[in-house]
């Protein structure tokens, strides 16, 4: 007997919106596959709002309503019969993001839950990553976001330490990442993958993954250092016209990658990592899991 189940994840991010609708395969004594059936993205930045202004402007609360309004729609037109929206950095920080909240669960008729980064790296590490995760290695594993970037060490198939540092691809943009936090980034990492034999990085993130499509290499193979830091140096080559022009980036990433690359690479050095796999894995995956399986709360429609 087969059944097939639709439910849908929403990430507000502090770069963008995304609505994720996966097909849930279920058959009788296998384990449930999970199929994507579709993914709509809408580049709302509300981090360039709140790390520089505190709150979300009237312009952006507005499109949150309208994207909110369309995105309940979209899971009425394709069945989906529950859902769980999780809001992280930008709205976690801004002064009216809990009357932001309201407006939209009273207009829009979507509930959403504010996540705290401990959380954001729970609902993660519910997605498929233990299948990208080979139990006699040792991993760090970097999931770059607009606000902030979560780091977790994976060692024989096991978390064993896990930390969120608000330094993101939107607040680097804008400047507003102190040093002093990078220091403590750089002591974290340093502190927490020396006296392991090698480390290998895993990263997730839009950017990451746009540059594993670029470097044309295929699922499951790893991108090195020396890559990634040409990549890097090409980035800063073009402008940013040129780079959505000639390298035929989105707008609303034609900015971020090059923070989002500085990211990985400062992680890379300060772990010895000469290696970074690119599952393509993301929150709105582990949402997915996290709703099927009951793990935190979701909201029926």
Known sequence: MLTIKKYAAIDIGSNAV??????????????????????????????????????ISEENTKRMLDTMTAFNLLMKSHKVIAYKACAT??????????????????????????IDGEEEAAIIAATDLQSYIKEDKTYLYVDVGGGSTEFSVIHLGETVA????????????????KKETWIELETWIKANT??????????????????FKVSGKALGKPLTYFYLISYYN???????????????????RA??????????????KWSGAK????????LSDGIIKSVYYNTVSSVNL
């Open 275 to 282: 290696d970074i796999y690119v599952p393509k894995i993301g």
């Open 255 to 268: 900015d971020v990658i090059i923070p989002a690359t500085r990211i990985y690479l400062s992680a890379m």
């Open 89 to 114: 950095s930008a709205m976690r920080e801004a002064d009216n993001g809990k009357e932001l909240v309201e407006l939209i669960s009273k207009k829009a008729q979507i509930d959403i839950d504010i």
């Open 194 to 211: 020396r006296g392991y034999d090698k480390m290998d990085l895993i990263g997730s993130g839009g950017n990451i993954n746009k540059i």
């Open 18 to 55: 995304r609505l994720l609708i996966s097909n849930i395969i279920e058959q009788k004594d296998q384990p449930a596959k999970f199929k994507k059936s579709s993914l709509v993205r809408v580049p709302i930045r509300l981090g360039a709002d709140v790390f520089l202004n505190g709150g």
């Open 162 to 177: 896990s930390k969120s540092f608000k330094i993101g691809t939107v607040r680097l943009l804008n400047d507003i990442v």
């Open 234 to 252: 090409k980035l800063q080559q073009y402008s940013y016209e040129e780079r959505i022009t000639e390298l035929e980036l989105n707008q609303d």
